[in-house]
């Protein structure tokens, strides 16, 4: 499908691997010309071969920065004046109860998950309200809606981020630029693969009796009952960046597989 994006410019925060790695492959396919991200230059460059690898033409760069340090995100910006597409990706989490979860955890999840997309779109807005045209995609979690115990935390940085996103689209009434937020649902990323074949080992069964397991025990109201591939959760995310998409604002997609339950 022809997204309508060709000669758009991108911004993917943590994307040197898992949904933000397969969304830049995704735009790539589409034309877009992409900047990916991460924490140091041996990931980024990596990545950059294999997106070139898969994507014949591809248009992408890196750029390194990690979104804990403010000064980093200060210096991206000056590395990169202007994007049509801004995609708030990284996300950091934790699994511990509440009351053994630091402060100090709580200010890093906030900072990385939820204040790079706000001091990103703090910057990049304006220029996308200056052309009329722009598209900011915040990616939250099921674990807002979910609250997980262990995760109290990062569900909060999650949570946040709507409100944010609403806040933007509101700024933007009446022009071609808007603001959105996705929610995905468990989704298999290298994180994901690992966590399976550890505890498939420790328990000397499959990695797909534990996928099982975790579906009937821990994610009891997901109605896909697996975990989404990548791809299921960019092609999301690449309609929302393109044109297709106009009337899309303010607005909460879910691609969780019905986790999250409810109607809303
Ligand atoms: N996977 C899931 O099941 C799932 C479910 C719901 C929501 N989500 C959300 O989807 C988003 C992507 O998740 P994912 O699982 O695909 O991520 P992931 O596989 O854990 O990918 C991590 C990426 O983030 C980068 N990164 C980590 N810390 C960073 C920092 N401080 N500054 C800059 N980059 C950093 C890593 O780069 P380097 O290591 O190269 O530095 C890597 O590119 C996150 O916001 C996550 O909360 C994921």
Not at 21 to 41: C, P, S
Not at 70 to 92: A, H, M, P
């Amino acid at each position: 499908m022809d997204l309508n994006l060709k000669g758009k410019t991108a911004f993917i925060s943590g994307s040197t691997s898992g949904i933000g790695f397969t969304t830049a492959k995704t735009l790539l396919e589409e034309g877009v010309t992409v900047y990916i991200n991460g924490r140091d230059q041996l990931s980024i460059e990596k990545a950059v071969i294999q997106l070139k690898d898969e994507v014949v033409g591809a248009k992408v760069f890196g750029l390194v920065a990690d979104f804990s340090k403010f000064e980093q995100v200060e210096n991206l910006i000056k590395r990169l004046s202007e994007i049509d597409i801004l995609i708030n990706n990284v996300g950091i989490y934790s699994s511990k109860s509440f009351f053994e979860t630091s402060i100090e955890t709580w200010q890093e999840q906030f900072q990385v998950n939820l204040m790079s997309g706000v001091a990103l779109s703090k910057y990049y807005l304006k220029g996308m309200l200056d052309r009329n045209w722009g598209r900011i995609l915040f990616i939250s979690s099921e674990c807002a809606y979910l609250v997980p115990p262990d995760m109290i935390s990062y569900s909060t940085t999650k949570a946040s981020m709507h409100a944010v996103s609403r806040g933007l689209a509101l700024l933007t009434k009446g022009t071609g630029v808007t603001s959105n937020v996705i929610v995905p649902g468990s989704t298999l990323t290298k994180g994901a693969k690992t966590f399976l074949a550890d505890k498939a080992k420790k328990y000397d069964t499959s990695p797909e009796a534990i996928e099982k397991d975790f579906f009937n025990n821990d994610r009891t109201s997901s109605l896909l009952k697996r975990f989404a591939s990548t791809d299921e959760i960019a092609t999301t995310i690449a309609y929302l960046c393109s044109p297709l998409s106009s009337a899309t604002n303010g607005s909460v997609i879910k691609v969780d597989g019905g986790s999250s339950g409810g109607i809303l």
